[in-house]
C-alpha cells in the first residue's frame, strides 16, 4: 500500500542525503521516480546535500499542481512509482494534499523531508500540514550537534554573526542580502536557542580563545520575553 511519509529533522540531520539514498535505491531496482525540492542552497532545479551531492529535480514554486505533474506524466505512458520531495517544509498547504491525494488515488509512495519548525520555533506550513495527514512521521536518527555537542533541537538564524528570532519565515542561509549582509543558520540544543547563545557568542564570551563556556550560562542568560 501507497504511503505519504514525513521524514522530519533539524537541519544537518542528513535529509537531503536521505532523500538522494532513497532515490539512487528506488533506480537501482528499475523503478521510476519524480524528485522536488525548493529553495535548495545550491540553486534552482538542484536538490543537494551538504556532503556535497546533488541531482537535477523539479523546482516547486507556489503555483505548482503535483497531481497534475503526476497526471501528465502518466497520461503521456510515463511511469511514476514514487515521488522524493525535498525542502517539503516550504511547500503550501495545498500542496501536501495534493500529494496526500496522489497517495490515496493512484497508490503512488510519495517521501517528504523537512525539518520541523523556523528559527523562530515556529511551525512551517508546509510540515504542519504533514504531521496533520502523513501516514508516517520519521525522525532521522542521526543527530545534529549543538556546538555544546548536545543534540540540537532548534534551528537558530544568524545575520552578521548575531543571532536573530524575529523577520521573514523564509530566506535562504549562506547568502548575502542586497545590503551585504550574511545570513547563516546553526542548530542549537534548547538550552543555548532560549539563551541567544549561538557558536559565535559563546566563543566571545569564552575568556580563552580555545575553549568554550560550557557551564558558565551567566554569560547569555535568558532574554527577557517581548
Known amino acids: 500500500m501507497a504511503e505519504l511519509v514525513f521524514f522530519s529533522g533539524t537541519m544537518d540531520c542528513g535529509k537531503s542525503t536521505l532523500a538522494l539514498q532513497m532515490d539512487h535505491n528506488h533506480r537501482a531496482r528499475s523503478r521510476v521516480g519524480l524528485i522536488f525540492t525548493k529553495l535548495d542552497r545550491m540553486g534552482e532545479s538542484v536538490l543537494s546535500s551538504r556532503l556535497g551531492l546533488s541531482t537535477q ?63 523562530r520555533t515556529e511551525l512551517f506550513p508546509g510540515s504542519k500540514r504533514l504531521f496533520e495527514l502523513a501516514d ?34 523564509v530566506v535562504v542561509g549562506d547568502t548575502a542580502t542586497a545590503s551585504d549582509t550574511l ?23 569564552s575568556t580563552t580563545p580555545d575553549v568554550l563556556p560550557f557551564d558558565d550560562l551567566d554569560v547569555c542568560p535568558v532574554p527577557p520575553r517581548g
Not at 136 to 155: E, F, I, P, S
Not at 183 to 204: N, Q, T
Open 136 to 169: 508516517r512521521v520519521q525522525v532521522l536518527q542521526v543527530a545534529a550537534l549543538c556546538w555544546c555537542g548536545d543534540r540540537a533541537t532548534h534551528n537558530a538564524r544568524i545575520i552578521d554573526g548575531v543571532m536573530v528570532v524575529e523577520g521573514e519565515q
Open 183 to 205: 545570513v547563516e543558520y546553526e542548530v542549537l540544543c534548547r538550552r543555548h536557542y532560549m539563551r541567544r547563545m549561538s557558536s559565535h557568542a559563546a566563543r566571545l564570551a
Open 57 to 119: 529535480a523539479h523546482e516547486v514554486g507556489d503555483d505548482l499542481d503535483f497531481w497534475d505533474v503526476v497526471v501528465e506524466h502518466l497520461t503521456h505512458a510515463q511511469r511514476v512509482d514514487y515521488l522524493i520531495c525535498d525542502e517539503a517544509q516550504f511547500y503550501t498547504a495545498a500542496q501536501i494534499e495534493q500529494l496526500a491525494r496522489i497517495v490515496d488515488e493512484l497508490g503512488i509512495d510519495v517521501n517528504c523531508f523537512g525539518i520541523t519548525a523556523d528559527f
